[in-house]
């Protein structure tokens, strides 16, 4: 069992960054694939970013590639996404996700969520 929690969501201007984080309960966060999902209103639910148990695999959606980051402290329990160059078609919920396995792009193959944190950016 892992529970989910993200912070780091808020108000930023266009081509501006935010950090998201997500911290994990459980001893067991190193054998997560950790993925990073958001749903803007009247959207369904996106893939972002990817990253493999041990963190030397990631996966970007084409939209964000080259803006934003994936990265995990397995000893802390935490997932970061690191998004720069923000525009307004990134504003979403942007949610959090544990799977065992292999890290994958369907967000139905994900079995813990967190609560998700907003992502406003202003043009």
């Known amino acids: 069992q892992v529970q989910l929690v993200e912070s780091g969501g808020g108000l930023v201007q266009a081509g501006g960054t935010l950090r998201l984080s997500c911290a994990a309960s459980?001893?067991?966060?190193?054998?997560?694939?950790m993925a990073w999902f958001r749903q803007a209103p009247g959207k369904e639910r996106e893939f972002v970013a990817a990253?493999?148990?041990?963190?030397?695999?990631?996966y970007y959606a084409e939209s964000v590639k080259g803006r934003f980051t994936i990265s995990r402290d397995n000893a802390k329990g935490t997932v970061d996404l690191q998004m720069n160059h923000l525009t307004p078609e990134d504003a979403a919920v942007y949610y959090c996700?544990?799977?065992?396995?292999?890290?994958?792009?369907?967000?139905?193959?994900?079995?813990?969520w967190g609560q998700g944190t907003q992502v406003t950016v202003s043009s």
């Open positions: 459980g001893r067991t966060f190193s054998s997560y694939a």
């Open positions: 996700a544990a799977k065992s396995g292999i890290a994958l792009r369907v967000d139905s193959t994900y079995d813990y």
């Open positions: 990253i493999s148990q041990g963190g030397g695999n990631t």
